[in-house]
């Protein structure tokens, strides 16, 4: 006779990570070629699974693993977009970087500076009259 903990939500889950999360952090790894990312995305996974109702085992394994591939898909089309800013370091090299030295560089500033000082005032008409001015 099975124990009643058994049947329990968190014992099912628990059962499907320990069977089925080493093999499905493999596949998402080689998905997505970073081990943190595919961790992310094989516990997306879980929760996923966890959220509905229960599986036949028959039916659970493949389920996780298409559930993890879209989830790993998903990753990648946001990472595509993501554009990488730099580093810091190459930002700390520029000796013009800080603003105390360009406010001190004999040079004038960027042409779009240049042009953003010639813009006209706002004039008091373009507020309405529940704003106030500082």
Known sequence: M???????????????????????????RSIVHRSDSASDCVQDTFIRMAQRPRKPDDILRPWLFKVCRNRCLDWLRKEKRMKPLGTYESAL???TSTPDKVARSPTPPEPSLRSSTSL????ARSCDSNTRLA
């Open 2 to 28: 099975k124990d009643e903990s058994e049947d329990s939500p968190s014992a099912w889950v628990d059962d499907a990570i320990r069977r089925h999360g080493p093999p499905l952090t493999c596949y998402a």
């Open 93 to 95: 090299k520029d000796d």
């Open 120 to 123: 006209p005032r706002p004039s």
